[in-house]
């Protein structure tokens, strides 16, 4: 299987450019440079090296039967291109990841709904400055006060509650 001769980068350096944050941008510049670099030498040399003249070198080496040995050789010669073993690998990985990203991006869907949602709720509240103790009630009932179901004394904090030393005391291992 013979190497195909590429004709231009296959990368979207656009694209990456969008990925690569401002204290590595020098890096990715150099690095697309020199990337750059090699192609465009790559590019400048012919698709197919030069033919060898053969019967110039007859011409001009003494030795008889030398220039025929290395041609015979030069032709018989053939260097494999290496064999493609970690496509398949590479693209199992890949499918996998692309699993791992769908399912992370379902799972960031589902969170954003539901910030949507309590965004929506804040929102239809009334800004804090204008509720009454009756409309915070309303809105957080299980973080307002409530006098008749679960008094406390003032400041209101739980630390500052009677049972708060109870309830550390039972949880404490003695």
Same mark, same amino acid.
């Given at each position: 299987?013979? /190497? ?7 990368? @979207? +350096? ?5 990925? !690569? =944050?401002?204290?590595?941008? #020098? ?16 590019? /400048? ?7 060898? @003249? +053969? ?5 001009? !080496? =003494?030795?008889?039967?030398? #220039?025929?040995?290395?041609?015979k050789k030069y032709s018989a010669l ?14 199992a990985q890949e499918k996998e990841i ?45 973080r307002a006060l409530d006098p008749i ?26």
């Open positions: 299987m013979a /190497a195909k001769r590429i004709t231009q980068s296959s990368v @979207n +350096w656009a694209a990456i450019s969008e990925r !690569v =944050p401002e204290h590595q941008r #020098v890096q990715f510049l150099t690095f697309k440079s020199k990337s750059e670099g090699y192609l465009r030498r790559v590019l /400048a040399q012919p698709e197919k090296p030069p033919a060898i @003249n +053969w019967d110039l070198y007859k011409q001009k !080496v =003494p030795i008889a039967g030398m #220039v025929d040995e290395f041609q053939s260097i494999p291109f290496p064999p493609d073993t970690v496509s398949g690998q590479l693209n692309q699993a791992d990203i769908e399912k992370f991006k379902t799972e960031s869907n589902a969170r954003i709904a539901q910030y949507k949602q309590q965004l929506a709720h804040i929102n239809s509240l009334l800004p804090y400055d204008q509720m009454t103790m009756e409309d915070f009630y309303d809105a957080y009932p299980d179901n679960r008094p406390t004394y003032w400041p209101h904090n739980p630390e500052d509650q009677p049972d708060f030393e109870e309830k550390n005391a039972a949880a404490a291992p003695h």
